[in-house]
């Protein structure tokens, strides 16, 4: 009996490879399944379907995992207004752990021998997929034709050709990954450290000009309603977002990075509706959260989003901080208003009944309901005391 094999499947000219290599050479069974995480059309979807059939796999499943992958880790990345290094929503090393969770179901799911994916040996992703499998499948091997073959794209190429293969095989200028949370650009001026990407390499063109508003209503640190019209679920709201805000240009930027493997990586990308959302939802918190939550809130968020992309997703100390994150937006529910232009925005203003800067209380820099002057006298000096006492018993030390 041939080994099952489960192949996590793009459509692309690597996983092609794989299902050729996999039929033809090892004589397996191929499952193949793609895992939307936002990135793909029906059309796209029903395309790859059929090239996959067509290659050869025994069966091609398509797991629709938007709004689970909202559930499971975007919506975390919001409550901790997340970005790596402080520029980047961590778009790609989000899902690729989504996906990398289904695929490992779908493994249990057939009882299959084997798991597969395209990576290469020169990225993250490689390190992603192999640790979610190691933990989720320990007993399933796992096998990468591309890096362990050490394969060119020449390689693959001419390999494909040979076997009668039709597809496009003329490689793009630049590489594009859509997903919900947004779009990574690579190209010739990110392989250095100098340079930016031209406008024709982004995929949402400018054609919006002049101001436009946007109303967001958050519930509970979630965004659920944009410009009054109310989604059921916030992937929804992401994506109404990005359609409204992409136009602008806003959200183009360039990460650099430390990549997993130990070598510094730039990449382009375009995040309108991360970039917005998350510097909404912040100015919201400022509003709404103490001093303290807010600090802690930002040490642990520092901690969450370096260990998500580096793979870390099943490490049960995310699930304690996602606990302080969900406890700690119990308040964050209100409206946000920003100002959109071409390639920047800004945020105007919060309205929410749990706003701390409550006119009740009195009003920063001019006047106080709360206390009267000697009460700050005596604060003022309880609150210093301990320094106080340092430098008195310093100076006496010193002799001074």
Known sequence: MSKKVVLGFSGGLDTTYCVKYFTEEKGYEVHSVIVNTGGFSDVDLKNIEEHAYKLGVKTHTTVNAVKTYYDKIIKYLIFGNVLKNNTYPLSVSAERLSQAVFIAEHVQHLNADIVAHGSTGAGNDQVRFDMIFNIMIPGVAISTPIRDLKLSREDEIAYLKSKGVEMKFEKSIYSINKGLWGTSVGGKET????????????????????????????????????NGIAFKHPSEAIQEVQKIAGPYGIGRDIHVGDTIIGIKGRVGFEAAAPMIIIKAHHALEKHVLTKWQLNWKDQLALFYGNWLHEGQILDPVMRDIESFFEKSQENVTGKVFVELMP??????????????????????????????????????????????????????????
């Open 343 to 400: 390639y920047r925005f800004q945020v105007t203003g919060i309205e929410s009944e749990y706003d701390l800067m409550s006119s009740e209380f009195g009003k920063y820099g001019e006047m106080n309901t709360g206390w009267t002057g000697e009460d700050v006298r005596g604060f003022s000096k309880i609150f210093g005391n301990q320094t106080l006492i340092y430098n008195a018993v310093k100076q006496k030390a010193d002799g001074r």
């Open 191 to 226: 392989l250095n450290s100098k340079g930016m990407l031209p406008d024709e390499a982004w995929p949402t063109q400018v054609t919006a000009s002049g101001i436009g508003n946007l109303e967001l209503g958050f519930r509970k640190g979630e965004l659920y309603i944009v």
